[in-house]
């Protein structure tokens, strides 16, 4: 009786297993997902820029790639803000750059340290806590741009910021496909 029960534990196991990694193995199309993004030229370009393109790539690798992308851009608007800071003409106009960096910068709370837990999570194939990556990357990406509409600031780093907000748009699409198993 010990040893059915173990090769029917092994067996589930297996197809538990199996199924999970199936999940990873799904293919979207690009305009699906990009039909849900509220800039879908974005969305089409972003995803189609991975080398190699889009079509026929994986739900996971699509995450990857977009979790890559938004490492980079944030590093990107990162430098900008600290350049930003520098050059202030007052330190009203500095801290609304500061206010921005504490939300992208890497501490606790930030795009930064969210995209490294979405990327642990990617993973370990824990698409419930990437979800919630993804939303509190979101959140950060708003509080800076809240920040930045308290007064008028560099429109270079509004169109940075942008782009980040549209990227994690993209992320969240993704991160829902594979929480749903699409």
């Known amino acids: 009786m010990m040893r059915e029960n173990s090769s029917l534990l092994l ?36 995803l189609n820029s991975k080398p190699g393109g889009a079509k026929g790539v994986d739900l996971v690798d699509l995450a990857q790639y977009t979790i890559d992308v938004l490492n980079d851009n ?34 606790g709370d930030s795009v930064t340290s969210s995209l490294t837990d979405a990327q642990i999570s990617l993973y370990f194939i824990k698409y419930p806590a990437m979800a919630k990556d993804s939303a509190d990357i979101m959140k950060y990406i708003l509080e800076c741009i809240d920040s930045l509409h308290e007064d008028e600031t560099s429109p270079l780093l509004a169109k940075y910021v942008e782009n980040l907000q549209q990227g994690a748009q993209v992320f969240q699409i993704i991160t829902k496909y594979l929480n749903l198993g699409i």
């Open 11 to 46: 067996v589930l196991l297996i197809l538990c297993f199996a199924s999970s990694n199936s999940i990873s193995a799904e293919v979207v199309d690009v305009d699906i997902i990009c039909k849900e993004a509220s800039n879908q030229s974005y969305c089409s370009n972003l």
């Open 74 to 107: 944030t590093s990107d608007t990162l430098n900008l803000i600290r350049s930003l800071i520098q050059s202030a003409e007052n330190s009203t106009v500095a801290n609304y750059y500061y206010h921005c960096d504490i939300d992208l910068l890497n501490h």
